[in-house]
């Protein structure tokens, strides 16, 4: 049932598969609902790069609406989707306290992944995710206020707790993350702690399996551990994590590592979405979809990016990466356009271009085409020249690329302003709070 003269496409999520589909429909005559909890895409990649102080989350946040500011087919609603009716072809949206219904003719899920903790319990209370930019600026102000108070902290043992951080997971976001922690603490915090309590940090890598960077060819894989290594990065492989305690992390031959920091990058598994639409998920809490995107057992609603699982010619799924999601949305788009004129619907076929990790300063492993094998400072370069294209927005562009030769130039990280959020926001509460200070401090 067509719910306006023209068809009405709802799109859920702001990421890489939602905006390819919208792209790819921009031009036709349907009207299109975008639907995000944040009024922003992320350009996730350079997460990692907020969290560790060298750049400002708004570097790498583009917001929707400036995107489609001159097309009047799109509407945005910034919202959580909370519940999915794919009978009623109705989506229910949570948006200024009240919740909306909105109504379909094709539904696009793009709703992305969240963190997989592989239930373990103890993890996911204590860890700390990268996965979106709050979770950078969360973690980013616990490094900060651990290095502020390891300077006056006096046990030695507790002191080198605060400054140990582990990563767990040996793919990219995992490498890039512990290489940049420890270039911040290496290039800025050894600098300024210092001095005060001879605070040291160590950032340790663990990976349950023996390799890091699975895709990889044997060689990249080694030639990455050696860059991590050489930068001071301490690499643990076939060790999975078993337990977080406050102040520790437990591995699972019995080995403690005293830290307050672990940083989990070790999977992830489709959005808590996928289980509205009421079929039997796939491995990873997936959506099964057919070669065609279109999720299997339902009319009408087709799903991509991470939380979609479709098999490739090895029957493993595709990789959760934004390549997928991106060509995935663009035939999504074509296969609904394709609907309206009555023409079969296109199967998905993956162009894959390579994968790349950059590990810190003029060190990165690539591998192009999954033909050339690169590493170092070419690998590194090409990482920078194709992540700075790939980014949203020319204002964007061009100050990730001033931030990033400023912090080449000067081995800075200028993005060190610790928000603290039980700080008291409102007027009166500071005022009430001023009444209690001393005249005088000691
Ligand atoms: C730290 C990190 C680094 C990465 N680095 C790379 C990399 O270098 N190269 C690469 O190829 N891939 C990388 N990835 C993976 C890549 O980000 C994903 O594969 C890609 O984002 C998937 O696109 P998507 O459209 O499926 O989901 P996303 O881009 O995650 O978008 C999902 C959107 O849905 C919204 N949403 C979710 N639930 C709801 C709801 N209930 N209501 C409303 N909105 C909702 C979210 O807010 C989000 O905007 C990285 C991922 C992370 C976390």
Sequence with gaps: MAISARPRIIIIGAGFGGLSAVNNLIRQPVDILLIDRNNFHT???????????????????????????????????LGEVTAIHPTEKRVVVKTNGTSLDQFYDYLVVASGSVINFFDNESVEQFAFGLKNVQDTLILRNHILKLFEKATWTKDSSERE???????????PTGLETAGALYELYNHVLAREYNRA?????????????????????????ELARKQLESLGVEVILGK?????????????????????????????????????????????????VLPTLEVIGLEDVYAVGDIAYLPNANNLPHAQVIPVAQQ??????QNIINRLNNKPQAEFIYRDKGIMATIGRRRAVAYPYNKVQLSGFFAWVTWLGLHLVWLMGFRNRITVFVSWVWNYVTYDRSVRIIL????????????????????KFD
């Design 240 to 288: 999975a994590v078993q337990k977080m305690e406050k102040n520790r992390v437990i591995l699972a031959d019995g080995d403690v590592i005293h830290t307050h920091t672990l940083v989990w990058s070790a999977g992830v598994k489709g959005s808590p979405l996928a289980r509205m639409l009421g079929v039997e998920l796939a491995r990873g809490d997936r959506i099964p």
């Design 43 to 77: 350009f996730t990649p350079l997460l990692y790069q907020v969290a560790t102080c060298a750049l400002d989350a708004s570097e790498i946040a583009y917001p929707v609406r400036g995107i489609y500011r001159k097309n009047r087919n799109i509407s945005f609603l």
């Design 197 to 221: 309590n001879n605070i040291r940090a160590r950032v340790i890598l663990v990976e349950a399996t023996n390799t890091l960077l699975t895709p990889y060819p044997p060689r990249l894989q």
């Design 420 to 439: 603290d959020e039980t700080a008291p926001s409102r007027r009166e509460e500071t005022v009430e709070t001023q009444s209690n200070v001393p005249e």
């Design 328 to 333: 995935q949305g663009k035939l999504t788009a």
């Design 161 to 171: 707790a605060m400054t140990t951080m582990v990563v767990v997971g040996g793919g």
